[in-house]
Every structure is written in structure tokens, then in C-alpha cells.
């Protein structure tokens, strides 16, 4: 908004042509008020002006998206008799007095810019009051309410003084399209937003939608052309293996996708982190096949988007004519723990995970072929599924020929009718969900999802067996404090507690670097509300 008591004759006229008369309305040349007055009870009568041509002002009852308009404030003695759906509350005015202007909304919208703001006025006024207002060009269908509050010096406390609703034509997509796109409860707690990716017309092309409690704020069909893929992370690490590559050279390519990122989602992301001053909750619907490695994106120079905000992923998976959907409130579950460990690795590799595996009540499995037995059976008092799967027999659990629990040997497994627990499969790119082959799509977030799990947890790409284990050791012990583990948040503060590690290293080694890739390779698909706490051995009543 902008502009207070200015003076337009092209107004004036259009005010004094719509508007009954008033004895408390004069001339222009009226002598000027002073501060001091009897008192005078006053309403605020309000109309909206399309100044497309400044000198023939025309009053509107609709509004479109993209246009500016001004708000023209008046002081009557009388409601108006002109528009019906105009609420006014008559103020009783004595001398200096202050008007907000704001606007509410009727759906999710962008917030304009400075919509509220309080205007001084040293009592009752013969002329206009104008403020200019624009709705962008994205502005979505509803109704915008024009809210005037009044206050005195004497009565500090706001009161309602005018309320117009107008209805606004905007954007033809509604609001709803992207969570319904998206698998995703409308109901979003504070600090919350969706990041949807969908491929685009345009080949080569992805279209970037961006929403959170302020409205849609990004809407975007660009190339990203300086593509990182899962794909290729996982090529580099194979070249590293073979020494033709360095740990450094592919956080630098990381860096240069980044930076040559879409600007409007980078300004986007940053707007985000600069509004909520602190870690946000980041839902990331990609339903591309480009396997962004989201959480390594920097949105400024060292500040990656994993380390700065709860992210995690969504996929509707579908069971037969039901479609799943995220609901991001705050939830918990308790459980016991159905846990298989490859043991046929170096002890030492997996310490951490086998001792903490040591403290949890549950069933541990011999083999995977036991395990996918027990999953046939009722699951639905457990707390979490966990499968460390390292080494080779890790890398092949993906595929297709191996019997005992590949992705698509699940889909006998047993369905909750109201899935709670979490799995955890700590395995070479157990969280990819693009497989390219033409006889199996299948994988095990759509799987799990699909059939027992509200929240799952895996890797992109191979990960170091140490780092691994590390990583899951810190998960599963903090399931078992009071309140049980936030697991979005677990995530976080690991990937930010590598980053700060590598930052205060002068010379980062080989495995320093990989640790730190490692670690944001790990993903988490469900509520970043969630809480799961799992019962020690010591717990009684199990």
C-alpha cells in the first residue's frame, strides 16, 4: 500500500458520483480541522478504483489477479446505502485517530507486500484517504476481505471499523491441485512447506511449485541444466573407487549444479530460511526421474539445504484403489523393534549399530528369508523394521533375482490398516525409487509405504560400511530417550554436524569428504513430525 489522504479529482468525482451526499463530507476548500472536536460518531465507507486510465477512475466489485487498484477511504455520518456487503461499525472520533489497512483471504495465499500499516489522522477528514494495493499475477480464486481497524490514543486496543469482502478472479490452477498432486493433507502445521517437481511439456524441462503458510510463492518451468543426479553421484563414487576421481572433485560439481540452480527456487528457499530464522520443515514431492540429490543443494555458498531444514520426501504409493496420504502433524509410536544385521562383515565395521541393535526389545532375524517371513504376519504393534545389508550382499538386495528380499518379493507382505511403524533398511540405495527396468518397477519406499510403513529411512547411493553403521548406532539409540527421536530432525543435526566437522578441517582427507557425502545421502519419505520411540531390553510389560 502506499499514499494517505491524497487528493485526486478524478476520484473526487467518482467518490461524489457513487456516493449519497453527506452533510459531513464538504468541499474540498473547506477550512481545515482542528485537532480538538466535539465528539462525532464516524463511518468509514471504503471503495475500490482500477486507475487503468488515471482520468476516468472506474469503482469495481471484482478483482483480478495481476492488476493494481486503489483503496479510497472516506468519512461518513451515515453507513453506506450503496453496498450491501460492506460491514461498518460507526467509531466515535474527538481528535487524532489511526486507521490499519490489511487483507485476509478466504484460502492459502501470497501475502502482498507491507498489508498492513497504521495511518495517522488528526480527526474527522473532508477528503480521500488512497491506498494503492497490487495482486500479483499468481493471486489464486477466493474471496480478499479488506479489513480497516480504528484506534485512538485513548483506546490503543484495534477495533473493527470496516470489513468488504471482494471476490478475486486469479490463476486458474486452485490451490488444491498441488496437494492433491502431491499426496499431501491440506492441514500444514506452522513453518511447513512443499517443494513439488513434476516434469514439464517442454522436454528437458522441470516445472517447480513452491508452497508454504504464506501462499504459493514459487511457480517455475525452467532446465536445470547443470544436473546432479543420483545417477551420476553413484558414477563418480565408482570412478573415485578406481582412482580416477576425487572425493573434493565431486563436492565441487555439487557446488556448480548449485549455483547454476533456478534462481526463483534458490530465492525461494532462502526467503523460507530468512522468514523462519531457524530449521523449517521441508516436504519434497519430486516426481521426475532426475534423482536430484535434494538435501546436497546449497542455497548459498557452505549452507546445503539438508543441514538447514527437516527435509524429507513424499510418495503417494498406491494399494489398489487407495492412494496414501501425508498427514504432517505432530505423532508418535512406540514399539518393539524386527531387526536383521549382516554379520558376515568385519565386526569392527559394524560396532555401532550392533550394539545399539543389543539395547532394543525385539525380534533379530537370522536371515533375510526369515525376516521376509516374519513380514507376512501381523505388523501392526512394532515400532520399527530395520536391515543393515552391507558389503555385496547390500549392493545386490536391489535386484531383482536375489529371492529373499528384493522389492519386488514384498509384495506379499502383511498390510496395517493404519500404518504407524518405520523401516529403516541401511543398504547401498535402498531409498531410490527409479529403477530402470522394463519388467520391475518396484522399490522399497513404494513397497513399505504401500503396505505397513507411515516413515521410511534409506540411502541414495553406496555409502562406507563404517559410516553406516555410525549412522544408524546414533538413530536407534535415540529412539529410546523419553520422548523418542524426531527422526527428520535426527537427520538434520547429523548432516549439519558433518558440515561443521569438514569446515573446521584445513586439510580434509579422502574418507573426511566421503563421510560427509555419505551422510546427507541418507533420506527419510514420511512426517517430519513424526516421533518413534523403541522399548529397551530393561522396559517391563513388554
Known amino acids: 500500500m502506499s499514499g494517505a489522504n491524497q487528493r485526486s479529482a478524478a476520484i473526487s468525482q467518482a467518490v461524489a458520483t457513487s456516493q449519497p451526499s453527506s452533510t459531513m463530507r ?24 482500477d486507475m487503468s486510465d488515471p482520468d476516468e477512475p472506474e469503482q469495481v466489485e471484482q478483482l483480478q489477479a495481476g492488476k493494481t487498484y486503489t483503496l479510497v477511504i472516506t468519512c461518513e455520518e451515515d453507513r453506506s446505502a450503496i453496498n450491501q456487503h ?41 477528503d480521500q484517504s488512497r491506498h494503492d494495493f497490487t495482486l500479483p499475477a499468481d493471486f489464486p480464486t477466493c474471496t480478499l476481505t479488506i479489513n480497516i481497524l480504528f484506534k485512538t490514543p485513548q483506546r490503543p486496543a484495534p477495533m473493527s471499523a470496516v470489513q468488504y469482502p471482494l471476490p478475486v478472479c486469479g490463476q486458474k490452477a486452485p490451490p488444491s491441485e498441488i496437494f492433491k498432486i502431491a499426496q499431501i493433507d491440506q492441514r500444514l502445521p506452522e513453518k511447513t512447506a512443499i517443494l513439488l517437481v513434476e516434469s514439464a511439456a517442454q522436454r528437458h524441462q ?13 511457480d517455475k518451468e525452467t532446465a536445470i541444466r547443470a544436473l ?15 582412482q580416477h576421481f576425487t572425493p573434493e572433485a565431486i563436492l565441487n560439481r555439487l557446488t556448480y549444479f548449485s549455483r547454476h ?47 538447514c531444514a527437516r527435509v524429507v520426501r513424499w510418495l503417494g504409493a498406491q494399494f489398489f484403489e487407495i492412494t496414501r496420504i501425508l498427514s504432517a502433524q505432530p505423532d508418535s509410536h512406540v514399539g518393539p523393534i524386527i531387526s536383521y544385521l549382516d554379520t558376515a562383515i568385519e565386526a569392527e565395521l559394524i560396532h555401532d549399530e550392533q550394539a545399539a541393535l543389543q539395547r532394543l526389545t525385539g525380534t533379530a532375524l537370522p536371515s533375510l528369508t526369515d525376516l521376509n517371513r516374519r513380514l507376512q504376519v501381523s505388523l501392526d504393534d512394532v515400532g520399527m523394521i530395520y536391515i543393515g545389508c552391507h558389503g555385496r550382499s547390500g549392493q545386490q538386495l536391489l535386484q531383482q533375482d536375489v529371492p529373499e528380499l528384493s522389492s519386488i518379493m514384498l509384495e506379499r507382505l502383511y498390510r496395517c490398516a493404519s500404518p504407524r511403524l518405520t523401516v529403516f533398511i541401511n543398504a547401498c540405495e535402498s531409498a531410490r525409487t527409479i529403477k530402470k527396468s522394463l519388467d520391475d518397477r518396484s522399490n522399497f519406499v513404494d513397497a ?11 540411502t541414495l547411493i553406496q555409502v562406507d560400511i563404517a559410516t553406516a553403521s555410525t549412522i544408524a548406532g546414533h538413530i536407534l539409540r535415540a529412539t529410546l530417550q523419553p520422548g523418542g527421536v524426531q527422526i527428520a530432525e535426527m537427520l538434520r543435526i547429523l548432516r549439519k554436524t558433518e ?7 584445513a586439510f580434509p582427507t579422502r574418507t573426511d569428504y566421503y563421510r560427509f557425502i555419505d551422510t546427507f545421502m541418507y533420506v527419510y519419505y514420511g512426517n517430519p513430525l513424526a516421533r518413534l520411540r523403541l522399548y529397551a531390553r530393561e522396559e517391563v510389560g513388554q
Open 86 to 126: 460492506i460491514r461498518q461499525d460507526g467509531q466515535r472520533v474527538t481528535g487524532r485517530f489511526y486507521l490499519a489497512i490489511s487483507y485476509s483471504y478466504d484460502v492459502s495465499v501470497t501475502t502482498p507486500t507491507r498489508a498492513k500499516q497504521w495511518v495517522p489522522f488528526e480527526g474527522v477528514f473532508d
Open 499 to 505: 558440515l561443521e566437522k569438514l569446515k573446521q578441517m
Open 206 to 218: 522441470v516445472r517447480l511449485r513452491g508452497w508454504s503458510e504464506a501462499g504459493q510463492q514459487l
Open 448 to 458: 513399505f509405504l504401500g503396505y505397513c510403513a507411515s516413515g521410511f529411512i534409506g
Open 228 to 242: 546432479i543426479s543420483i545417477e551420476e553421484l553413484q558414477k563418480y563414487r565408482e570412478k573415485q573407487q578406481k
Open 26 to 49: 464538504r468541499s474540498q476548500q473547506s477550512a481545515p480541522k482542528e485537532s480538538k472536536q466535539a465528539p462525532r460518531c464516524v463511518y468509514f465507507n471504503v471503495g475500490v478504483y
Open 261 to 307: 540452480n533456478p534462481p526463483a527456487l534458490l530465492k525461494w528457499l532462502q526467503t523460507l530460511l530468512h522468514t523462519y530464522q531457524e530449521p523449517f520443515n521441508l516436504i519434497i514431492v519430486d516426481l521426475t526421474e532426475q534423482e536430484i540429490p535434494w538435501e546436497l543443494v546449497e542455497i548459498q555458498p557452505k549452507l546445503y539445504l539438508g543441514a
